[in-house]
């Protein structure tokens, strides 16, 4: 048994949270990073699994894939995309993290939705890292990630009595 966190010892609560309280969990660990792990298929039909900065805006992901890659390419390919995104890890007691089951769209500049992806992601910071100039948007591609499905996991809801593993679906 665990000393410090009796509540990991099975059995575990089966409850789900109610749609407000998983939303609000989810858009936490949107909140809490900015970096996530793209998975596509590569043109050879292999999982390709790439390290991307991102921005949440809800539930959608904005991101700007370098052009010509591996990664933008497999994403003009194949819309179908699954990103995973996690806290750090100490043990069972902090596990946490989410998968989003998405589609992406691929934004030419100010094409519909640029304006809109370009207040989201934080790309000033992004363009001076990079020793840009920074006083305008720079002409890009916007990778514009929507899930249909996101599975959060969360060790800590068993402490509330609810299942660490919960399922979120678009409404449609």
Known sequence: MSKAYPWLEPPWPEKELPRDMLEDRIQQILAATNMCVLATISAKGLPMASP??????????????????????????????????????????????VQLFSTVEIIEPHAPGWDRAMEVFHWRPWMEDLGMDASLPFERQVAKITPHRILLTDVWLWKQGYHAKQKWLAES
């Not at 052009?67 to 194949?78: E, F, I, N, S, V």
Request: include cysteine.
């Open 52 to 97: 991307i900065e991102y921005y949440a805006d809800g539930f959608d992901l904005y991101c700007l894939p370098d052009p010509g890659t591996p990664k933008l390419k497999a994403m003009q390919r194949d819309p179908n995309l699954c990103v995973a995104i996690h806290g750090d890890y100490h043990g069972w007691h902090s596990g946490k993290g």
